[in-house]
């Protein structure tokens, strides 16, 4: 049974203005912004097996691109998405910074018979700006709870550039939302016989035999791509506790909408994997009980700053049980 979906949008602010539009060489980048905008090849071909977001991204586009229309990708990686919108007639513009995969998108897109219908342009996502309106935007740079990847910098600055210097009309974001929620849960991070409370990712499926869900999800944040928001994540939510456990991880979860089917008022949903990250101190909790759970850090940034700004308060409160 896949998770449910949680709707509703947030209306805050911007992120700063990106200023460096320099393209550093991979060999004087750290791992994480390898993984954060600059993923290497061999990731991309795992997301080429993805069938869950191969199919929702090719069904939302379908549902939006039309003949004619000026399509832009930002964070291209192997050219699929863009082939989508090539096939449906679409003039496509689709900007890659990691010139391994400039070079296997062109030649995958020639394989494809595509190579005329989309142009590949060697860039930063987070500079680049068409000089013509864009239809659509296609921008999956996801990762679960925004972090380490780039999708709310990157779109944030487009938004921002394009309105001021390409067109005040806003072309349409797919995805067009993404919904953030989290969890507490008692997850067994025992590994035949060794104990190793590590950040780890599951598919998206509820029900899964490490882990058991000790409260119901809570939304904290919403994000609507077309509208103004923000890149930090400032939250803070009780749960009150379904059942007795050791209360030692939160499982994270995001859901993305790429887009609404108008006809029938349906949403075309790709939930990323789930994340669970252990807390600090494994705490024991009876039901009834409720704990309060702080969040704070920045879209964009490593595991170890989401870890980093998490706060539990382990007293029960006076109304529990």
Same mark, same amino acid.
């Given at each position: ?44 071909? /795992?997301? @080429? !097996? %993805?069938?869950?977001? #191969? ?7 379908? &549902?939006?691109?039309? +003949? ?43 394989? /494809?018979? @595509? !190579? %005329?219908?989309?142009? #590949? ?7 680049? &700006?068409?000089?013509? +309106? ?45 919904? @953030? ?17 590590? +950040? ?122």
């Amino acid at each position: 049974m896949h998770l449910r979906l949680y709707r509703g949008i947030d209306d805050v602010t911007s992120p700063s203005e990106i200023t460096n539009q320099t393209l550093p060489s991979s060999s004087d980048m750290s791992e994480e912004k390898l993984l954060g905008q600059f993923i290497p090849l061999h990731y991309h071909y /795992n997301m @080429l !097996q %993805d069938m869950d977001r #191969v199919c929702a991204f090719r069904d939302a586009i379908a &549902l939006t691109v039309k +003949p004619g229309m000026h399509v832009l990708e930002l964070g291209s990686g192997t050219g699929i998405l863009s082939s989508f919108a090539a096939r449906l007639g679409a003039r496509v513009t689709s900007v890659e910074r990691n010139p391994a995969l400039v070079k296997a998108s062109e030649e995958f897109l020639a394989l /494809n018979g @595509l !190579q %005329d219908r989309v142009q #590949v342009i060697h860039a930063d996502a987070l500079a680049y &700006l068409p000089t013509t +309106p864009v239809d659509v935007v296609i921008c999956e740079m996801l990762h679960v709870a925004l972090a380490r990847e780039k999708q709310v910098d990157v779109i944030a600055s487009f938004k921002r550039r394009y309105q001021r210097t390409v067109d005040k009309k806003l072309p349409r974001f797919l995805p067009e939302a993404s919904v @953030l929620l989290v969890q507490p849960v008692e997850h067994n991070f025992d590994f035949e016989g060794f104990w190793a409370p590590i +950040p780890m990712f599951h598919a998206p499926l509820a029900q899964q035999p490490r882990t058991t869900e000790l409260a119901d999800l809570a939304i904290y944040s919403n994000i609507d791509y077309a509208t103004p928001f923000q890149g930090r994540f400032d939250w803070s939510g009780q749960f009150t506790m379904k059942q007795s456990g050791h209360f030692n991880a939160l499982r994270f979860i995001t859901q993305n909408i790429v887009t609404i089917d108008e006809k029938t008022n349906q949403p075309v949903l790709w939930p990323n994997q789930c994340l669970i990250m252990p807390i600090a101190e494994t705490c024991e909790v009876i039901a009834g009980q409720t704990r309060e759970i702080s969040l704070n850090y920045q879209a964009g940034q490593s595991l170890e700053a989401l870890s980093a700004g998490i706060r539990i308060m382990r007293r029960p409160q006076a109304n529990a049980a």
